[in-house]
């Protein structure tokens, strides 16, 4: 089974809880596909000039703390960014990772 979030997660509250929701419904074989605006001048930029918000009202902490809450209950196995000639500039819109889940502990 898996999980696919796209530019959800980094709106959630309470990341750490959701991550541990995830992990709990998940199979221990399953996978879950995460994907977020990166935390970028232009990304934050280009959501000012189009929406007229700062990216720290807007998004509040969430894309610092997502990779760390998720990190807790899963295993990232993949990580890039996107578009994937932008990642080097520091200009990539997305960050998208694979996780698998963590052996839960009793």
Known sequence: ???VSVSALEF???LNRAAQELRRVI???G???VVAPVKSWATDL???VLKGQRASTYYGRGREQLYPA???FFICEESFCLPPTTA???L???HAWSFTPRAESN
């Open 1 to 3: 089974d898996g999980i």
């Open 12 to 14: 959630v509250n309470d």
């Open 27 to 29: 199979r221990s074989t």
């Open 31 to 33: 996978m879950l596909v």
């Open 46 to 48: 280009a959501l000012l």
């Open 70 to 72: 998720l990190s807790h």
């Open 88 to 90: 080097w500039m520091g």
């Open 92 to 94: 990539g819109i997305y």
